[in-house]
């Protein structure tokens, strides 16, 4: 017995063709706002000494969540990044691979094939 295959993938390309062409207006909107919000996250990020963001974010995120597992994981996850060398590097690609590849622009793939993604 063959089971027909479910076209979730084809589905979700043409919502999101559907939102590019008919709500670009709303996604620029939003991705004004976020963007906003990432450009202080990544100034408060390589403004202030690392182990202070990282006990910040820590804390913050117990306090959200009320579980002391989820604050901790956040901790040693950063610890790892600021451990390995990486703590610029991380600041920097993830808020200039959003920005330049927002999805309020009319180029869907633009995000897809600029290699931020990986």
């Known amino acids: 017995m063959v089971i027909p295959r479910i076209p979730v993938g084809r589905t979700i390309e ?3 063709d559907f939102l590019v062409e008919h709500c670009s207006f709303a996604t620029r909107a939003f991705s004004h706002v976020l ?3 990432l450009r202080f996250v990544q100034t408060a990020m390589l403004s202030l000494p690392p182990w202070v963001f990282i ?6 995120t117990w306090r959200l969540t009320k579980s002391k597992r ?3 994981f956040s901790i040693a996850g ?9 703590w610029k590097a991380t600041c920097q690609h993830h808020s200039t691979c959003y920005r330049s590849n927002r999805y309020g622009s ?4 633009s995000y897809r094939y600029s290699g931020c993604h990986e």
């Open 14 to 16: 043409m919502g999101i």
């Open 35 to 37: 963007d906003t919000g």
């Open 55 to 60: 006990l910040a974010i820590g804390l913050i």
């Open 70 to 72: 989820i604050g901790l």
């Open 78 to 86: 950063l610890l790892l990044i600021l451990n390995m060398g990486l």
């Open 106 to 109: 009319n180029d869907r793939n």
